[in-house]
């Protein structure tokens, strides 16, 4: 390959939806990764035993309303239609999320039409009930934070209605890739232009006639001058057991705080359309354990307060004064990002 003009550091989807159309612009592209496979939390593992594609970062189903998006990933991947639904377990009962009729007509024994329930849940008394069953514990657990002190936008990912609709999404278009999530990025890197390097980290004055896009802690960029965000991170326990099915369906929350873990994934539900795997009398379950984060330990969700918010912006300034670098992503952004959302905003950066 001639010589390099374009570095990506850090090959989760926003750097890897980067390199390619950089490629496809005609640059020749350096990506540098530090784990030793490229995808980043959407890296899955497929079971040797059973086949079941595990997503060893916790589940990553694709969603999104934006074309763009919908369009540039479809010339990669094809989706197996999957639709996203979540249980909740409180007090030995299972319930759908999100919060809508079909939750509220279980918990108050009701028969709530759409027109009925605005009113039956403006009882405060009502509204609480069900913030503290379902909303309380999972937050205190997943945040390590009372429910009040953290951002409502975090709250308020979860939908509201006053159908019947289970859908966990908003967004018409879903799914898993047919081909599972690592080929999505074996195919978007998969360009003569582009090479790949795993296991080497960028470091700030590398590769100094390049163009680089860095998608790493931003801190960490910087040697943490300013001193480290702050995250929340996870840990999780993976059990293969003797049976077709454990849960029924792909995720099942635990709301309760007496309850250590959020919830538990069942990740052969992701795929529906695999027969000789859904046949199978082998399950596997990941139990998922929130868990406080310091400097070392994996970060999966940016804690955004005030602080933390204004430390990030002294980075970024920082970022902004080195010609020829541009940041990006979750890690680089310290943003709290959906898949589809850290692929919009690759394709919509000038280049
Ligand atoms: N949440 C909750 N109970 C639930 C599910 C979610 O309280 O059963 C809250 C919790 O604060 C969580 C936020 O809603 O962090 C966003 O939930 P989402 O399912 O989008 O979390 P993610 O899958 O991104 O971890």
Redesign the pocket.
């Known amino acids: 390959m001639e010589e390099i003009n374009s570095v990506v550091a850090g090959a989760g989807i926003w750097g890897c939806t980067v390199a390619r159309r950089l490629a496809e612009a005609g640059r020749k592209v350096l990506v540098l990764e530090k784990r030793r496979a490229v995808g980043g939390n959407v890296r899955c593992e497929t079971d040797p035993e059973t086949g079941i594609e595990v997503h060893v970062y ?2 990553h189903i694709f969603h999104t309303h934006n074309g763009a998006v919908w369009d540039f990933i479809r010339r990669f991947v094809d989706f197996n239609g999957y639709q996203h639904k ?1 249980m ?1 377990k409180y007090e030995g009962k299972s319930y759908f ?1 999100p919060l809508g009729l079909a939750l509220i007509n279980k918990f108050f024994s009701t028969e709530l039409s759409p027109c009925e329930v605005e009113d039956f849940m403006k009882d405060e008394k009502r509204s609480k009930a069900i913030f503290d069953a ?6 205190s657990k ?2 390590g934070r009372a ?1 009040e002190s ?1 951002d409502p936008e ?2 308020r ?2 939908p509201v209605r006053r159908s019947y609709d289970i859908n ?1 999404f908003n967004d018409y278009n879903q799914g898993i890739p047919l081909s599972g999530y690592n080929s999505l990025f074996e195919r978007l890197l998969d360009h003569p232009n582009i090479r790949i390097e795993c296991g080497r980290r960028y470091r700030l004055g590398d590769f100094p006639d390049a163009k680089v896009y860095y998608s790493g802690p931003v801190d960490q960029l910087f040697g943490y001058r300013f001193g480290a965000l702050p995250w929340r991170s996870l840990r999780f326990e993976t059990e293969r057991l003797p049976l077709a099915d454990y849960q029924g369906t792909s995720v099942v ?1 635990y ?1 309760q705080i007496d309850v250590p873990y ?2 538990i994934h069942e990740f052969k539900h992701y795929h529906p359309e695999r027969k000789d795997v859904m046949t199978r009398t082998e399950t596997i379950i990941m139990r998922e354990y929130p868990a406080s984060w310091k400097m070392g330990d994996e970060p999966y ?1 940016p804690i955004a307060d005030a602080e933390s918010l204004a430390l990030a912006g002294r980075y970024r300034d920082e970022a902004a004064k080195i010609p020829n670098l541009v940041i990006g992503g979750r890690l680089g952004g310290y943003r ?1 990002l ?1 898949m589809d959302q850290a692929m919009a905003a690759a394709l919509e950066l000038e280049l």
């Open positions: 916790g589940s979540v909740a999320l379902f909303f309380r514990g999972y937050t997943q945040w429910p953290i975090i709250i990912r979860v966990y929350n709301p959020t919830r969700y709290y959906d």
